[in-house]
Structure formats: C-alpha cells, structure tokens
T-cell receptor, first 111, second 110 residues
Framework: DTGVSQDPRHKITKRGQNVTFRCDPISEHNRLYWYRQTLGQGPEFLTYFQNEAQLEKSRLLSDRFSAERPKGSFSTLEIQRTEQGDSAMYLC?????????FGPGTRLTVL | GIQVEQSPPDLILQEGANSTLRCNFSDSVNNLQWFHQNPWGQLINLFYIPSGTKQNGRLSATTVATERYSLLYISSSQTTDSGVYFCAVEGPTGGFKTIFGAGTRLFVKA
C-alpha cells in the first residue's frame, strides 16, 4: 500500500491558462474526494466520486472546474482559464468506506 | 449544512504540557475524523471516531455524538506535535460532503 499520490506537487501557471492535476488513490478504495485549501483555512470540499460516478459537487466548483474518474481508478481535476483566486493547495483523498486518507496535495500558484 | 467549530483557534504550550482540543458540530454525523496537518501540508490521520473513545500513545479522542462534540487530548506534548489539528465530519443530511473545521494551530515550545 503506497498511499494516495498526487501529481504534480507544485504548479505555477499564468492567468488564463488551463491546468490539470492527477490523483492516484489507494488501490481498491472506491471513494475519492477533491478538496481545496487556502492559507489559514481548513480544506473545502469540492467533489466526490464513488467508483467512476461523480455523486456530489460543491457549489464552490464553478463551471471552469471539471473532474473525472474514468474506470474508477485515478482521477483528474482540470481548471480552465485559471484566475489568481484559484491559487491554493488542491488535496485528494480516498476511502474504502468511511475513513479518508489524504495525498500530499498539489500547490497551485497563478501569476 | 453542518457547521463545525473548533476551539481554541490557537494554542501555545510548553513541551511536556497537556492539552484538550474541542470540536463542536451542529447536527448528527456519520463520520468524524481528527487530522494533524504537518508543516509540509500533509494531512495525517489521527482518529476515525464517530462515537466513543480511542487512544493511540500520547493521543486520545472522545466523541459524544448525542451532545455533538468531540475532544482530542494531547498528553506530554512534544515539539513535533506542532501544526494544525482539524476535525472533519460527514453527516447523514449532507450527502457525501465532508466539512472541516477551521483548525486549532498548536505550537509546542522546547
């Protein structure tokens, strides 16, 4: 069991560019979550997958954000036309049912 | 949705001291976890504790679900305990949304 991995760990982009992050959950964990965390705050829920189905999506997630989990394994989070307000840590977690296990996060900086 | 409040927001301890962190939540919950976020941002699982009491070394936690609060006890604190402690809950009426508190920022002085 290698834990949840995320790639890249850091991303610097210019405003208006698109970015994509990847999350590889712990194998056989059917639940996958994405969160966003800004400085000094707790993680904010973005979206939830059970296997390949996206079952919950926060109203925080504007139409510039999209997430996928093809085949119920890894997941991607894409942000289109990035804005400076998108700068944050993006966290992924997986779960076999109840307890969530987090990856190291991807830190996004939008210049 | 569920509201989660953590107290105190900040805590400074001398090494060796004991402390209690509190998490209040506004509705019944299915799941409750305590995490420690280290200086590199990694969230480390401490306890999965929707009810009852658990202990792990110098740490223990108690959740009283009927009164809607959970407590995290740290005994004989060490400098490596520094960081931010989060409580996170998932409720039956909130779908699959997990709500985090704002955290307690702990600094342990040598």
């Amino acid at each position: 069991d290698t834990g949840v991995s995320q790639d890249p760990r850091h991303k610097i982009t210019k405003r208006g560019q698109n970015v994509t992050f990847r999350c590889d959950p712990i194998s056989e964990h059917n639940r996958l979550y994405w969160y966003r965390q800004t400085l000094g705050q707790g993680p904010e829920f973005l979206t939830y997958f059970q296997n390949e189905a996206q079952l919950e999506k926060s109203r925080l997630l504007s139409d510039r954000f999209s997430a996928e989990r093809p085949k119920g394994s890894f997941s991607t989070l894409e942000i289109q036309r990035t804005e400076q307000g998108d700068s944050a840590m993006y966290l992924c977690a997986s779960s076999p049912g109840s307890e969530q296990f987090f990856g190291p996060g991807t830190r996004l900086t939008v210049l | 949705g569920i509201q989660v409040e953590q107290s105190p927001p900040d805590l400074i301890l001398q090494e060796g001291a004991n402390s209690t962190l509190r998490c209040n939540f506004s509705d019944s919950v299915n799941n409750l976890q305590w995490f420690h976020q280290n200086p590199w941002g990694q969230l480390i699982n401490l306890f999965y504790i929707p009810s009852g009491t658990k202990q792990n070394g110098r740490l223990s936690a108690t959740t009283v679900a009927t009164e809607r609060y959970s407590l995290l006890y740290i005994s004989s604190s060490q400098t490596t305990d520094s960081g931010v402690y989060f409580c996170a809950v998932e409720g039956p009426t909130g779908g699959f949304k997990t709500i985090f508190g704002a955290g307690t920022r702990l600094f342990v002085k040598a």
